[in-house]
Nanobody, 122 residues
């Protein structure tokens, strides 16, 4: 069992920045893929960014060039640096982990965090 705890959400003005953190209860060396997802009211949960154990990254088109995902295995953590935030980035952001596969989608996550709210005001 892997527990994930997100932090770093909050209220920010458009154009601002936030950094989300996801701390895992186990060594992230043992987790093949980790990702950030988000879910806005009335919308499906969507993949924002993912990172494999080999540090390969993948981003949704809507956040490319603005968001950066990274992982620090020494701290058992994954981060999402969000710059140039827009009101449409407003959502609950979730950390997800896929322990034995490098492929991670909103429908193939082994463990979820509880989520952290990000609100971007215009």
């Amino acid at each position: 069992q892997v527990q994930l705890v997100e932090s770093g959400g909050g209220l920010v003005q458009a154009g601002g920045s936030l950094r989300l953190s996801c701390a895992a209860s186990v060594s992230t060396f043992s987790i093949r893929a980790m990702a950030w997802f988000r879910q806005a009211p009335g919308k499906q949960r969507e993949l924002v960014a993912s990172i494999s154990s080999g540090a390969n990254t993948n981003y949704a088109d809507s956040v490319k060039g603005r968001f950066t995902i990274s992982r620090d295995n020494a701290k058992n953590s994954v981060y999402l640096q969000m710059n140039s935030l827009k009101p449409e980035d407003t959502a609950v952001y979730y950390c997800g982990a896929r322990k034995y596969s490098s492929k991670i989608t909103a429908y193939s996550v082994d463990f979820w965090g509880q989520g952290t709210q990000v609100t971007v005001s215009s």
